[in-house]
């Protein structure tokens, strides 16, 4: 990391799902403790505040379960949620400043006093805010922080809900991570000195600083295994030895293929992992294949996957070609999740913020999306070449490796590394301590 001794900021996210922490972890080194401060669960919180909270997270979490229940489940997903965070078609462009119903119940909340504590603990030190949650950005104002205030923005596209109530006259600013969120926001009429189109923020054990030393060696490591009939680096070995010098056009690989399946904060699709478990198991007992089970900070999700690993007599395999990463800890489980990114050569997840991760030269496939920015990540991924939606979960032992043998694979990986930002962090410093109007690496072309 880039020395930033006395660059400080509140890095304030929530603990609803893994996005907006996971987007918060990378800017932990600014705040002043070098912790990320949790807004709707730190020491004092108000009762009030707390259960508004609480009661916001049951709901989300409750409907984004529901939906797997047939028949039902995908009515009261779009009726109870999707509907609420509904992102309307972007053409033709018109003005979408009207509020929501979601955006003014948010604000009556906020002018009952929803958020002022927060925002008085933070007024103790005159720093500027960074949250990744937009109430947060919208307690800050209405409740008078006495600082900057920066929203980082976690998708490809956003509702109505994360700006503000009256656009033209707010002080809250965005880090875009692509053009559609600069561009939707002046939609929304956000001030255009008040948008910055900086790229989500990547952590930086996988970036490896400014010069990408990290990701460049593990992408020309992934290229090699995603390529084993070397079809895509016959086609492409120019661009390839271009980007990534020590890429060797004609290795085999050193280890069996890598493959990371993650499931989000809610815990929804983790019974996917049920079939891909059994499509895979021949080749995870001849250890032709290295499976890695995402069960993050849920423990019913890790017991879940335990009893699926057990049904199929493969606890032999476990922390050997089969783990399963865990933590109670969230930033434990986020040092533990992109470490094994590392040696991963495919991540299979639903269309979060992850789909950002591309950026890292990791080709995504897509289980299906839950919710309307989610459906939007999708569209993004796929615009930009670096993912793909998955086929049938029960016969991923057929598809998976003839997408792999083909180079489809490894194409994806080297359009994400290409055509996604890196410098995230980087250039969100910029803007917030530089004053850097146009952060110099936002050059890539979505």
Known sequence: ?????????????????????????????????????????????????????????????????VKKVPIVGDFLFDAFIDSMQKIPPFYPRR????????LKTMYAAIRAGWGRNLVELMNKEDIPLITTFPAVAFFAEVHGFKNDIYVVVCDADISRAWAPMHPKKSRVKYLAPCRRVVERLKL?????????LTGFPLPEENVGSLNLKNLEKDLADRIVNLDPEKRYRKKYGGTVQQFLKGVKLHARH???????????????????????LFSLRKKIIKRKINFNLVAG???????????????????????????????LNIEDYFKNFNSALRDSDILWTKPSELVFYSALGLPIIMAPAL??????????????GAGISQDMPKYADEWLFDWVESGWLAEAAMAGYLDSRQFGVYNITDVVFKGVKKPEKSYQLL
């Open 1 to 65: 990391m880039r020395n930033m001794e006395g660059h400080k900021a509140w890095v304030v996210a929530v603990d609803m799902g893994y996005g907006h922490q996971r987007a918060a972890y990378p800017l932990r080194h600014l705040s002043p403790d070098g912790k990320i401060w949790i807004a709707n669960n730190y020491q004092g919180i108000p009762a009030n505040d707390r259960r508004i909270w609480k009661n916001t997270r049951l709901f989300y979490e409750l409907f984004s379960r």
């Open 95 to 102: 003005d979408l400043s009207k509020p929501s119903f979601q």
């Open 254 to 276: 050193k280890h069996p293929l890598t493959l990371t399946f993650a499931v989000g904060g809610a815990g929804a699709q983790r019974n996917l992992a049920k079939d891909i």
């Open 188 to 196: 929304y009429t956000v001030k255009e000195e008040n948008i910055f």
């Open 371 to 384: 919710g309307s920015q989610e459906v939007y990540n999708r569209r993004w991924l796929k615009t930009i």
């Open 297 to 327: 900070t849920r423990n019913d999700t890790y017991c879940y996957f335990k009893k699926q690993v057990a049904k199929l007599n493969l606890t032999r395999c476990l922390d050997k070609n089969l783990r399963i990463i865990f933590d």
